[in-house]
């Protein structure tokens, strides 16, 4: 694929994951009001600090918000339940990261609607496993093709340790991850992400040049 649409579906992916930010705060409203009590503290504070939100809005947008939730209401299960796994993968972004996305999606919003609806179109077009590896954000979702079968079927605790874990690593470190990833067979990953969460941070690179060395 030529450099220039490499860039153009880097910038369309990046203007996608953006966009999930204009519509996050409706995604759990009605999941999370109905489980407040069993939130963990920091998302508790962020259910009270909406309701606080909602106190201080005028009756007319409290009106246009109303309506808002019924449209959620109406969309089927599975659409609801994709809105809630882009507003979680959102949450879990870097904030820098995130404001790179609010500026991509200014930047897109000011493209004319044909141009907006083309970009889409060639979004959708990917294969799914490329477009889910985007909601890791602009640096993991352009590297995830590579790094996916790290994240194969790994549950929800251990995956979260393992993205902290990789965003912490430079990009050099992780294509050397990418490559152990890759090289190494499905019944061997569980041993692989053993040693990588084990491993010390000032220890991690020597650790993947002696892994690659093998």
Do not use: C, N
């Not at 808002?68 to 879990?92: N, S, V």
């Not at 985007?134 to 995830?144: D, F, K, T």
């Not at 790290?150 to 430079?170: K, Y």
Request: net charge positive; no cysteine; glycine share 4%.
């Amino acid at each position: 694929m030529p450099r220039s649409d490499l860039r153009r579906r880097r910038w369309l992916v990046l203007a996608t994951l953006a966009a999930i930010a204009s519509t996050a705060a409706i995604a759990l409203s009605q999941s999370l009001d109905a489980s407040i009590d069993h939130l963990p503290p920091a998302q508790r504070m962020q259910w009270q600090q909406r309701q606080a939100r909602w106190q201080a809005l005028t009756p007319v947008e409290q009106a246009v918000y109303g309506q808002r939730q019924l449209r959620w209401q109406a969309l089927p299960e599975a659409a609801r339940r994709e809105q809630r796994e882009q507003w979680q993968a959102w949450q879990e972004l870097p904030e820098h990261e995130r404001a790179q996305l609010r500026r991509v999606a200014a930047d897109v919003a000011a493209l004319p609607a044909p141009e907006r609806q083309r970009l889409r179109a060639t979004f959708d077009a990917l294969d799914g496993r490329i477009r889910r590896g985007w909601l890791l954000g602009p640096v993991l979702g352009a590297e995830y093709e590579r790094l996916q079968p790290l994240f194969a079927f790994v549950a929800a605790d251990e995956r979260r340790r393992l993205l902290d874990v990789v965003r912490a690593m430079t990009p050099v470190e992780r294509a050397q991850l990418a490559r152990l990833a890759q090289g190494t067979p499905p019944q061997s990953r569980a041993a692989l992400r053993g040693e990588l969460l084990s491993t010390a941070t000032d220890k991690r690179g020597a650790w993947l040049q002696q892994r690659l060395e093998r």
